[in-house]
């Protein structure tokens, strides 16, 4: 029985430490990544998209909540580290998708998400939560977010995504070589929900800051 109690309680303190660091990480890139004023780009949408008259928010047209489209953010990334927020369709069976992709990538007809084909989103499926890859494996979440932040760190191949509601960690792609113009891309599948982009403070109204000789990109570690 204290043998038992005390795996318990050795387990809650492996937990709570992993808890702080997801947390400490978090904290970590707030500091270190800009904060990203993305506005939508109403040109890129699908047709079947409407996008809010301050481009800040995305939702299917009535008519076609059971197609779907994507949309970019209208400023591309080139350099630098930076982040944006998004409140997301929460517990009403919606399909949606989020993070970057290349400037040229294939957004017509029926296509699908991966980093082979210049991708690197997570999103909602009907079968989970999942990173899109050439084999969508659900996540095991804590908790579903009604608030993604998304971080990219162009220099060092880096995107990541995190539960904005609870600081935990959601996923991160493998380091990628990243060329050319990234766009912050948003996309709708299903449902009657919206992607909005959150207000942020500190977001400047400019272009990240590129960072020439950027030291590498390490997370710290909880004592």
Known sequence: ??????????????????????????????????????????????????????????????????????????????????????????GDGSEWFLGVCREDVERTGWYTESPEKGFWVVGQFEAGFCPCTKDPTPLPLRQLPRRVGVFLDYSEGDVSFYNMTDGSHIFSFPRASFSGTLFPYFRLKSGVGSLTICPMAGAPEGLPVPLNNSPSFEEPVSP
Do not use: M
Not at 11 to 27: H, S
Not at 79 to 90: F, K, L, Q, S, T
């Open 1 to 90: 029985s204290h043998r038992v109690c005390s795996l318990t309680a050795w387990r809650k303190a492996q937990l709570y430490a992993a808890g702080v660091k997801e947390i400490n990480a978090l904290d970590w890139r707030q500091e270190k990544f800009q904060a990203w004023p993305v506005t939508l780009d109403p040109g890129s949408a699908d047709s079947s998209l409407v996008v809010s008259h301050e481009r800040r928010s995305v939702a299917l047209k009535e008519a076609c909540e059971d197609s779907g489209g994507s949309v970019l953010g209208l400023e591309g990334i080139t350099a630098g580290r930076c982040h944006w927020e998004v409140e997301v369709p929460y």
